[in-house]
């Protein structure tokens, strides 16, 4: 049962969810979502489509939501509990008869309104999507856990022989990968020469590639981490620039297909 995956401390996030996601197709808006007025009528019951007699425009209930043109609505909450339950995007495109891509924007738009309304439930979809092993093919995973202990390990590395003398003589400078040998006095950059040195903030390296991993749209992670569209787009390219000279190509491509 999806309520078992789902913790305890977020059940009430959940069901608020699932809740909204079976009334917003039918509920009334306040007012008009184009002009803001409240003088509108209603114009058809199924679906339930309103006209502002303010700006003329046609509306419904999704409506500048993220759920908007996303039918049958129906869909929604299934795909929110078999994805749930670990259910690929492949299986659910045979469930609903539909399209991969079908189901991925659904996902995305689910993702995007958790995000507004139930972030703590939003943070705890999106990590478990990419931590439990079956919902990843096996050889992203295995590539995707790969990367994360080499990205640990290249910054909580505390010694390398230096780059101009060889010594082991060296210590550790700043939060990154800068350090100074004692020998020659030079200092160097084990990044100094890859694309990884144009990318700031090291502590949100891990979240950000878990996100990209996720499959979650540029927005979304913009939204998560607290970054421009511009600095998120930047870093994608770079990051499958270097999962590709890292031998990680499949991964690469993996994080690539979604902009």
């Avoid at 959940?14 to 009528?41: G, M, T, W």
């Avoid at 339950?85 to 079908?102: G, N, P, R, V």
């Avoid at 511009?230 to 270097?242: A, H, L, Y």
């Amino acid at each position: 049962m999806f309520y078992d995956l789902v913790p305890a401390e977020l059940q009430n996030d959940f069901d608020a969810l699932l809740n909204d996601l079976s009334y917003l197709p039918e509920q009334v808006k306040e007012c008009c979502p184009f002009c803001h007025q409240i003088n509108f009528r209603k114009i058809r019951q199924k679906p339930l489509t309103f006209r502002c007699k303010s700006c003329q425009k046609y509306f419904n209930p999704l409506t500048k939501t993220p759920f908007n043109r996303l039918v049958p609505t129906i869909w929604l909450g299934m795909i929110l509990t078999r994805r749930i339950e670990k259910a690929t995007h492949h299986t659910l495109a045979y469930e609903l008869d539909c399209t991969i891509d079908m189901v991925k924007r659904r996902e995305h738009a689910l993702i995007d309104y958790m995000q507004q309304h139930y972030p703590h439930f939003h943070y705890w979809y999106t990590q478990i999507r990419v931590t439990q092993n079956d919902m990843l093919p096996t050889m992203i995973e295995e590539q995707y856990t790969a990367l994360s202990k080499l990205i640990k390990q290249l910054l909580t590395i505390e010694k390398f022989p230096c780059h101009h003398c060889q010594s082991d003589n060296t210590v550790k400078i700043g939060h990154r990968t800068g350090f100074r040998c004692r020998q020659c006095r030079k200092t160097f950059n084990l990044l100094s020469k890859t694309p990884l040195n144009k990318i700031p903030h090291p502590e949100q390296w891990q979240p950000f590639i878990a996100l990209l991993v996720a499959n979650n749209t540029n927005k979304t992670i913009a939204t998560s981490l607290n970054l421009s569209l511009s600095t998120v787009s930047k870093w994608r390219q770079i990051w499958c620039e270097t999962m590709n000279n890292w031998g990680y190509a499949e991964l690469a491509v993996w994080c690539n297909k979604k902009q």
